[in-house]
């Protein structure tokens, strides 16, 4: 019994043993000129690869696997086109789940998706941003953090960054299934006409902001430094700020020059003086009389 040759996958690129239908599907695919570029340093080009990639698999039956290798030389553009020739080398010709399981390995590494879920985390839905362009935002970095992640999963973290009120608003309205769109659509609608969620700062009746400090010197003129000098050391002896102590303008006395004004005498001293030198002789010639 003769065995049947085994065709090689380059036998298949001219349809060989296709059906009509799927050689009609491949005439209609787009060309490897618009495919998404992975470039290795954009912030989702290469799960943006992927999708597209995965979804030609989806909407085709039965692609050859090929077909999307073969087009990979055309996709990766930078550096992702210096790292693909040498890891065919090295690996030879492989299918793409396995080529699709490096590119999440190379550029899907642990300080990307950390950057993905800060990005998440701080980026929280608020009524003057754009309700579609926050939600593809958002389901975009949720993709790279789990690529895995479930419907249900993926709309619970999303109804997580919006305000209380919108958040119970949009799960009355919509259920743990609904696509994206449909997140958004109830997003415009609720917090655009209704204007739910839509913070209004609290002022109270009468109250008078505080002025910023300084306002009141914003035109006033600047001073030089001599002139602020002045103020802050004024003259010791008059207190005036247009002078320093050491070029006081009047004239004063050394200490070493004041002239000594000479004593008066009282002649009431002199008087008082006498009369008692006078009672002192005569004690004395008291005491020497005998009798």
Known sequence: MLMKKARSPLQYQDGDGMSYSQKEALKQLPEASSWPKLTGS??????????????LFIDVLS??????????????????????????????????????????????????????IMSFENYKYSVDKDPYEWCLRQSKRLK????????QMRNHKLLTKLPGELEHAVKCRCNQNCILDDIANTLQDISKRNNIGK??????????EKQPFRVEFKDKPKETVAEVAKKRHPCHNCGSTDHYANNYPKEKKKVYAIEQVPEEESPREDSESDSMGDAIREQSDDDQDPN
Request: aromatic residues 18%; proline residues 5%; hydrophobic residues 35%.
């Open 199 to 208: 913070f209004t700062p609290y002022k109270r009746i009468g109250f008078k």
């Open 63 to 116: 692609t050859p696997d090929y077909w999307i290798t073969a087009r990979l030389n055309t996709a990766l553009k930078g550096h992702a086109s210096i790292w693909y020739p040498e890891m065919k080398e090295i690996h030879g010709r492989r299918n793409w789940r396995w080529w699709k399981s490096q590119i999440i390995q190379k550029y899907s590494n642990g300080t990307w998706i950390w950057q993905k």
């Open 144 to 151: 790279a953090i789990d690529p895995q992640m479930k419907i």
């Open 42 to 55: 954009g912030e989702y080009n290469h799960m943006e690869l992927i999708v597209y990639t995965d979804g």
